[in-house]
């Protein structure tokens, strides 16, 4: 008797709920539902980790009601992803279509694919929820790579090298070959590349002699020495000449199947950003005069350099250096002259280059100002009226002389003489 009891209690019970389910999916049918254009009644549908699908949700209302949502959500062993509707209504007996889209989450580590389930939900108004669940097959992509992390200083000096530490690891669905990794700083023309190896798509499973995903074999023999992660170190040198500033430090990883790139940004600093310092870039002079200008040649490598120093003159102005060529030690300086004169009273400005075998390592642009009258034409007039004052000085000396040397004759008296 007591056991009747316990299955009458039981049927009641299961009445119950199929009552609750029947009245629950009166409300809503679900006519059909697609994912990229694929139907999902099967539970056979794959899609690729990391990547946006799009779910179309066919259904039919069996009521009169307002503020209707849709939900789809894929549920994730450690992430679910969600998108909804806005609200709508519909009516009895109509049929509607909602698109949805949503993000497939990356959550395969150790396998190359597995099973998500993607969850329907419609609701709202005084209708009861209506839910509904498939099963979606998640793969990697096909070939992919994870930068997973880049290790580098914040601050670099100019004229320093630096480590770039990096670690790659195949998410990918197939094995990565001959991969290559890049570190650049484009903005300074620097480059440096390495030879990362082979990247698998799974690691070896040291108790089973092949490589399984899931029961099925991947056709690779299992090798202890196979990795899905790699790591490296590549220096790059800073030139002596890069100016302060944030720079942009790019990583690419690519080999014959795909590419992958990420950007760090590092700061330069630079105590000589140049390598001529002038202290007085404008001079004025009359014509004729040499204007002179120190320039201070720099040399902040760690090795001897040869400078050479070439200026450009132009029209009316003649410009040339004390030193054409010098040697500065390293870490050192040298102060050389650069010696300017005009023809003709003006404006004038040119350029000095210093060149460090055949780059161009600095370029200064000087001003000569010629204008007035030279020391010299000033003097000229002073000096032929000396002349002319002292030749007149002269004459009316000798013109003295002459006439005090000249005595007057005496003239002879007169008297009578008797006899």
């Known amino acids: 008797m007591r056991q009747k009891n316990l299955l009458v209690f039981f049927l009641a019970i299961a009445s119950v709920l199929t009552l609750v389910a029947t009245v629950s999916a009166a409300d809503f049918s679900i006519d059909k539902v697609t994912v990229d254009g694929i139907d999902a009644s099967n539970n056979d549908v794959s899609v690729t980790a990391g990547e946006s699908i799009t779910v179309k949700v066919y259904f039919t209302s069996e009521v009169n009601e307002s503020d209707i949502r849709v939900k789809a959500e894929i549920e994730g062993d450690k992430l679910d992803v969600d998108a909804r509707t806005s609200s709508f209504d519909v009516e009895d007996g109509k049929r509607y279509r909602k698109v949805l889209t949503l993000k497939v989450p990356y959550e395969l580590k150790d396998e190359i694919s597995g099973d998500i389930s993607l969850n329907l939900k419609i609701w709202g108004g005084e209708s ?57 700083l484009p903005a300074l023309g620097v480059e440096k ?63 014959d199947d795909m590419k992958t790139s990420e950007v760090r940004e590092i700061v330069v600093k630079n105590d000589f950003v ?50 054409s060529v010098v040697a500065v030690p390293a870490g050192s300086s040298k102060t050389l002259r650069v010696i300017a004169s005009a023809d003709s009273e003006g404006e004038y400005s040119f350029d000095v280059n210093v060149f460090s075998g055949e780059e161009l390592v600095d370029t200064v642009t000087l001003e000569a100002n010629a204008e007035g009258t030279s020391a010299a034409t000033a003097a000229s007039p002073i000096v032929v009226l000396t002349v002319i004052l002292a030749i007149i000085f002269i004459v009316l000396l000798v013109v003295l002389i002459v006439l005090i040397g000249k005595k007057p004759e005496k003239s002879e008296e007169l008297g009578e003489s008797y006899y």
């Open 193 to 255: 590349s390495s030879y990362f190896g082979d990247l698998v798509a799974l690691e070896c499973d040291e108790d089973k002699d092949s490589v399984y995903n899931y029961g099925v074999d991947v056709d690779r023999k299992c090798d202890e020495d196979d990795t899905d992660t790699a790591t490296g170190r590549l220096y790059l040198k800073v030139p002596y000449n890069a100016e302060d500033g944030v720079y942009a430090l790019e990583i690419e990883m690519k080999n």
């Open 274 to 323: 140049s390598n001529v310092v002038v202290t007085e870039y404008r001079k004025t002079v009359a014509p004729g005069e040499n204007a002179e200008y120190a320039l201070l040649v720099v040399n902040p490598t760690n090795k001897l350099k040869v400078y050479r120093v070439v200026p450009e003159s132009s029209g009316g102005l003649s410009v040339s250096a004390d030193e």
């Open 128 to 184: 009861d929820a209506f839910t509904d669940s498939y099963t979606l097959r998640v793969q990697r992509p096909t070939y992919n790579a994870d930068i997973k992390s880049v290790s580098v200083s914040q601050t670099v000096e100019a004229g320093d090298s630096f480590p770039v530490d990096i670690v790659l690891k195949n998410i990918g669905y197939n094995d990565l070959d001959d991969v290559y990794v890049t570190a650049r």
